[in-house]
């Protein structure tokens, strides 16, 4: 495979999860927002932009409409909803050949679809749109494409992605919060809420929260569960290049990275992880970009 071709399968992947989290977080976020009256809306809306990893915000920009003008509807930034879908498109334009033709029209009809303004009180359905054709196109994906290399470079950055966009939840997160509202809060934020029930019978408890969202190993979204499939992922990988070990029989560099955080996370208890729990969310991020330029210098960029 070429390695642009495996560089845009990489961040269609990628892009694509962003769209569909963000909507998620913003849907979570910004109603609790505007329905709650005695909310400090700034305040509020200063949290939302630190997930993203906005900081030093202007005044003006510390309301709903200026939340969804940046990160909804703005195609120029790609951490905004329309902004990664488009940037989706712009890649996916350049691996056609790999692509199946249903992949290929949703994205175009997804991208083309998302709405050019939204204003608060509509902002729902704007959301229920981006998760909506986000669901359909990752099922046209696995429901059409091959498992090839093409298929495995688009789920590493999926779920990459998705293992980022978690610990910046997590991260701001206040666990000092124990309270009901917070946790479920917390859980309907990563898409977790339903999921969290059923495994814990109805008992909602901060840790036990906490330890679904990163230890869970059947959980689709919890952080565990994407370095494991990213591991088996990148493993496959190196065996269709003929490379799954280096002269000192150890994985390649981003399996190496990979290896040590899942470890750092499945073999160490709870109470070690939340001890510096913005460190280790920090951490968590950094990975996500070191195993994004081993594959880089790995796959995409080989000769640099």
Same mark, same amino acid.
């Given at each position: 495979?070429?390695s642009?071709?495996?560089d845009a ?5 990628r892009?694509?999860e962003?769209?569909?989290?963000t909507?998620?977080i913003l ?10 009256a005695?909310q400090d809306?700034?305040?509020?809306c200063?949290?939302?932009y630190?997930i993203?990893?906005?900081r ?9 409409q ?5 990160l909804?509807t703005d195609?120029?930034?790609p951490?905004s ?6 940037t989706a498109r712009?890649?996916?334009?350049g ?10 029209e ?8 998302m709405a050019r303004a939204v204003r ?10 981006a998760k909506?054709?986000c669901a359909?196109?990752n099922?046209l994906?696995?429901?059409s494409?091959t ?7 688009l789920r590493?950055?999926q ?14 997160h206040?666990l ?9 809060m917390l859980l309907r934020?990563?898409?977790a809420h339903?999921a969290?029930i ?14 679904f969202l ?5 959980f689709?979204?919890s952080?565990?569960?994407c370095?494991l ?7 496959t ?8 070990f280096d002269?000192?029989?150890?994985? =390649?560099p981003?399996?190496?990275i990979?290896?040590?955080a899942?470890?750092s996370l499945?073999?160490?208890p ?5 001890? =510096?729990? =913005?460190?280790e ?7 996500t970009?070191a195993?994004t330029r081993?594959?880089g ?8």
């Amino acid at each position: 495979m070429l390695s642009r071709i495996a560089d845009a399968m990489f961040w269609i992947g990628r892009y694509v999860e962003r769209a569909d989290q963000t909507a998620r977080i913003l849907d979570v976020k910004l109603q609790s927002i505007t329905e709650d009256a005695a909310q400090d809306v700034p305040l509020a809306c200063n949290g939302v932009y630190e997930i993203f990893g906005i900081r030093h915000v202007d005044e003006q920009d510390l309301t709903v409409q200026r939340l969804l003008d940046r990160l909804v509807t703005d195609r120029v930034n790609p951490s905004s909803v329309a902004g990664a879908l488009q940037t989706a498109r712009e890649n996916a334009r350049g691996a056609r050949e790999v692509l199946s033709t249903e992949v290929w029209e949703s994205l175009n009809t997804t991208t083309l679809g998302m709405a050019r303004a939204v204003r608060p009180f509509r902002m729902h359905g704007t959301f229920q749109f981006a998760k909506d054709r986000c669901a359909v196109l990752n099922g046209l994906v696995d429901a059409s494409m091959t498992r090839d290399e093409a298929w495995l470079f688009l789920r590493v950055g999926q779920l990459l992605e998705r293992a980022d966009m978690l610990a910046r939840i997590l991260q701001s997160h206040d666990l000092a919060d124990t309270s009901d509202a917070a946790i479920v809060m917390l859980l309907r934020s990563c898409s977790a809420h339903e999921a969290y029930i059923r495994s814990y019978r109805g008992r909602v408890g901060a840790a036990q929260a906490i330890e679904f969202l990163l230890l869970d190993s059947i959980f689709p979204r919890s952080a565990a569960h994407c370095l494991l499939e990213v591991d088996h992922a990148l493993d496959t990988l190196a065996k269709l290049h003929g490379n799954s070990f280096d002269r000192m029989g150890t994985a =390649d560099p981003a399996r190496r990275i990979i290896g040590r955080a899942a470890a750092s996370l499945r073999f160490r208890p709870l109470e070690d992880i939340t001890a =510096d729990f =913005d460190q280790e969310m920090e951490q968590l991020q950094m990975v996500t970009g070191a195993v994004t330029r081993a594959l880089g210098t790995t796959y995409f960029h080989p000769a640099s």
